[in-house]
């Protein structure tokens, strides 16, 4: 069957989904879009959306990938403007094309994802003390954080190998840490526990909570990053 | 970056305060006359289930002089987050406080839902008290079906509207506007808007009390106040406005689904069924306005089911022809059917055949009494018989697991009752097995709530069981309802007690509302946020008694806190309903073409509307 893979932005109220309900939102306003969706066969059938990587309740996706299956051939600009003007506030179609039959699936190609977060600071912070602070941080042998099992125990994990690339700079009274984490099934890293450890670690005057962003999501081209879209 | 967005993330399901769902309307604050904010005293996932609140929504953003947003109660996590850092009751869509609209309108569904309103009100920096709030502050509204016995909440609510909402809101509106043009004072505005009919302005009645300190008579304290208000009927479904652009929330709500409502009311008459007297006459829409309607909905929501709502959607005279077309047209897209109240009849099971083409649940019959003669005291019409002809039918034709509902403490009711509770259990598991269903897979849950008293019933005179009496029917069933297939469970018996005294309360009671108010209550429909001794506490401070109020059986003559309050049927039919009960007669349905002598039709001239087959 015809499959089609979208670039779209989560943000806005759209950011406070959770995953389960943003492949809702993508099935109701493809029907309301009136395209033909396929569903999975079976006592209860379900829509053949797939997503290339969950995204967290409240952080926003600038650059997001999902596959979308239909039951009939139609060209893709006309899926794209359907589907774009049925979107929810905060759920905005970048790009649409489509996707050969045999090629892989989305999920399976992911490796790693690029962030940002924002925070105020309570006190100024010049460039340079910023930059210090991740080179330190990136400077442990080890970056352990503290998970709970499934049955509750408590497990350590470095998460060291995890963090690709990091920075930091200051715009005025505000502080922008960027990231680049091993996402997927191998390996994955939460920018939330990077973070954490990075708040505790550098003492930076940050007030408040970091709002978050996922800026990209990635396959893996050897050491290099490579764009889903291509996948 | 703004406090809510600081917040949000750190409360569960912030999705529930986010706002900007598919359908919600963001008007221009300074372009209208009127702003209305809807307040649902619960969740959001409850609240958003609502119908009248699409309903309402529609009208008055349909309204180029006037908008609607809508309001919450936050879940007690959040609500910490919004005082901790001062934040007030907040409109979803454009964020505004609460505080800030011309009025604040409460639906009032459930009495367990009343610690809730003093909560928003206070949370949104509102004075409880009518009495304490001046021109500054929004005028405080309620309806819904709580608002037909309003005098729990005389105290906190300038003005109550009793009855079906689509034509007195935008009556109300006018009014409201007319007296803000005049520059009318509250008080002016109250008398304004009590022109329209079924309106009610609790501060311009008084309450009578006996020396005993019963309630003799709520009485009009002014003059030009009328004695008596009536509920407003909507005579006609298929003119009347109905929402086919309705909010589709983004995160999962309790009914995540398109409604169609394809009739108001009920013509069978269970006696302890308040609904079925608030919503008569019966009306009917026609199957053509009920396919149009779902249309709109399925292009407007993409919703991917479709539910045919009412109080009993098998009675709805074209039911078949309704969810044949709809089955036909919308399958293919992957759209359900579904029917949310069946009957247990054979042709119930048809229908749920017909409608669970794409995809097949647990069916749920409610016969709410274990024995053939306690079900004629109640009026139940449906007999073991047919129930068990239903479920063999059902179990043939692939379901595999059954819910039935039933009530304890039905006046009348002994233990024979309760053996039949678990006896038609036992019956239905055995059918079950001997239609093959897989012994893992067959289940049978019976599900058990606790007789309530309501008011405009013909058990309104009825007590309800003692506490212990409850908990210890819960606890014999409890005993017998046990083995591989079966599932018990029942509802909360203290939270029941503290809901019958609501039911029936009278003013007084408000006091008692502001108690727990002050204790913490909130969210008291939640089982793991009710806490009964909270509650008892409550009525000790304030010097009542529940018992007074849920365990007493009220006599004929005895004038009741809600006698102000008409609903159309008379006290004549509820007094002759409540006897024929005691003698165990059943009445039939007034579908059956005789007329039972409710005496809505002529009180408010109204008839049934039914629909061509």
Redesign the interface.
């Known amino acids: 069957m015809p499959r089609y893979r979208m670039m779209y932005a989560k943000e806005?109220?759209?950011r406070?989904?959770?995953h389960?309900?943003l492949l809702?939102?993508f099935?109701?306003?493809?029907?309301?879009a009136?395209l033909p969706?396929a569903?999975t066969l079976g006592?209860?059938?379900h829509?053949k959306i797939a997503f290339a990587a969950p995204l967290g309740?409240?952080t926003a996706g600038e650059r997001e990938f999902a596959d979308l299956e239909l039951t009939a051939n139609m060209p893709p600009e006309e899926v794209a403007g359907a589907l774009g003007r049925?979107l929810?506030?905060?759920l905005r179609l970048i790009e649409l094309r489509a996707v050969a039959d045999q090629a892989g699936a989305l999920m399976a190609a992911v490796d790693r994802a690029t962030y940002r977060a924002e925070a105020?600071l309570s006190r100024p912070v010049s460039a340079g003390e910023a930059e210090r602070a991740v080179a330190a941080f990136l400077s442990m042998p080890q970056i352990l954080v503290e998970k709970k099992g499934r049955r509750g125990e408590k497990k350590v994990r470095d998460i060291k190998p995890g963090i690709l690339a990091m920075s930091a700079r200051v715009n005025d009274d505000i502080i922008v840490v960027e990231a680049e984490l091993k996402t997927g099934s191998s390996g994955n890293v939460r920018f939330e526990e990077v973070l954490d450890a990075f708040r505790e670690k550098s003492r930076l005057p940050v007030e408040?909570?970091f709002?978050?962003y996922r800026t990209g999501v990635y396959a893996a081209r050897g050491k290099e990053k490579k764009s889903l879209w291509h996948v | 970056?703004d406090v809510i967005?600081?917040i949000?993330?750190?409360v569960q399901r912030?999705?529930r305060y986010?706002?900007?769902?598919?359908n919600s309307v963001r008007k221009d604050w300074d372009g209208v006359d009127i702003k209305v904010a809807f307040a649902f005293p619960d969740a959001y996932e409850v609240g958003m289930s609502h119908l009248g609140l699409q309903i309402l929504y529609w009208i008055v953003n349909g309204r180029p002089d006037a908008l609607m947003e809508r309001v919450f109660a936050p879940w007690p996590d959040m609500e910490e987050e919004m005082r901790s850092r001062g934040l007030p009751l907040f409109s979803l869509e454009s964020r505004r406080p609460v505080r800030d609209f011309d009025i604040l309108a409460f639906t009032l569904q459930y009495e367990m839902s009343f610690s809730n309103i003093l909560n928003m009100l206070d949370l949104a920096g509102i004075p409880l008290m009518a009495e304490q709030r001046d021109e500054k502050f929004p005028l405080v509204i309620a309806g819904g079906p709580c608002a037909f016995n309003p005098e729990p909440l005389a105290g906190f609510i300038d003005l109550f509207v009793i009855g079906e909402g689509e034509e007195v809101i935008n009556e109300f509106l006018d009014a409201f506007l007319e007296a803000k043009r005049r520059g009318l004072s509250r008080q002016g505005l109250l008398f304004e808007a009590l022109k329209v009919p079924g309106v009610y302005v609790p501060s311009l009645y008084r309450v009578h009390y006996g020396e005993d300190g019963s309630v003799l008579k709520v009485a009009p304290a002014v003059e030009g106040v009328p004695e008596r208000v009536t509920k407003r009927v909507v005579r006609d479904l298929n003119g009347a406005p109905f929402p086919l652009r309705p909010v589709?929330p983004?995160?999962?709500i309790v009914h995540?689904r398109a409604m169609v409502e394809v009739m108001r009311g009920c013509t069978r008459g269970c006696r302890f069924c308040q609904a079925g007297v608030l919503y008569r006459p019966v009306r009917e829409k026609k199957c053509e306005t009920v396919l149009e309607q779902a249309a709109g909905l399925?292009?407007?929501?993409?919703?991917?089911e479709i539910s045919l709502t009412s109080l009993s959607t098998s009675d709805y005279t074209p039911v078949r022809r309704a969810v044949k077309a709809l089955v036909d047209e919308y399958a293919r897209?992957?759209?359900n059917v579904s029917l949310p109240s069946l009957r247990a009849d054979n042709f119930s099971v048809e229908l749920a055949k017909e409608v669970q083409r794409?995809?097949?649940s647990s069916l749920t019959f409610a016969p709410e009494a274990g024995t053939q003669r306690l079900r004629n005291v109640i009026n139940k019409g449906v007999t073991g018989e047919d129930l068990l002809k239903t479920v063999s039918a059902a179990f043939r034709e692939g379901w595999q697991a059954v819910k039935l509902y039933f009530m304890i403490g039905l006046p009348t009711e002994t233990d024979e009752d309760l053996d039949g509770i678990a006896g038609l259990a036992g019956e239905v598991l055995a059918l079950g097995r001997q239609a093959g269903v897989p012994a893992g897979r067959l289940r049978v849950t019976v599900s058990v709530s606790s007789f309530v008293p309501k008011a405009h019933t013909p058990f309104q005179w009825e007590p309800q069981a003692p506490l212990p009496a409850l908990k210890q029917k819960q606890a014999y069933l409890s005993g017998k309802l046990k083995g591989r297939g079966l599932a018990f469970n029942y509802h909360d018996a203290g939270l029941s007690f503290i809901e019958a005294a609501f039911a029936r309360g009278d003013r007084r009671l408000g006091a008692v509302l502001v108690n727990a108010f002050k204790l913490g209550c909130k969210f008291d429909g939640w089982s793991e946020h009710f806490s009964l001794s909270r509650w008892l506490e409550a009525f000790r401070r304030a010097g009542l008694n529940p018992e007074q109020y849920a365990n007493r059986r009220y006599g004929y003559a005895e004038p009741l806190p809600w006698d102000h309050i008409d609903s159309g049927v008379s006290k004549e039919y509820l007094i002759l309903e409540h006897r024929r009960a005691m003698a165990g007669l059943t009445t039939l349905d007034c579908r059956a073409g005789s007329c039972t002598g409710c005496g809505l039709c002529p009180a408010l001239a109204a008839e049934p509307v039914y629909a061509e087959a």
């Open positions: 806005g109220p759209a406070y989904i959770s389960l309900d809702r939102a099935e109701r306003a493809v029907r309301r009136g969706l569903f006592f209860n059938p829509p309740v409240g049925a929810p506030e905060g105020i408040g909570r709002s978050l | 970056m967005e600081q949000l993330p750190e912030p999705a986010a706002g900007g769902e598919w589709v983004f995160t999962e995540d399925v292009r407007n929501t993409g919703y991917g897209q992957g759209v794409v995809r097949r």
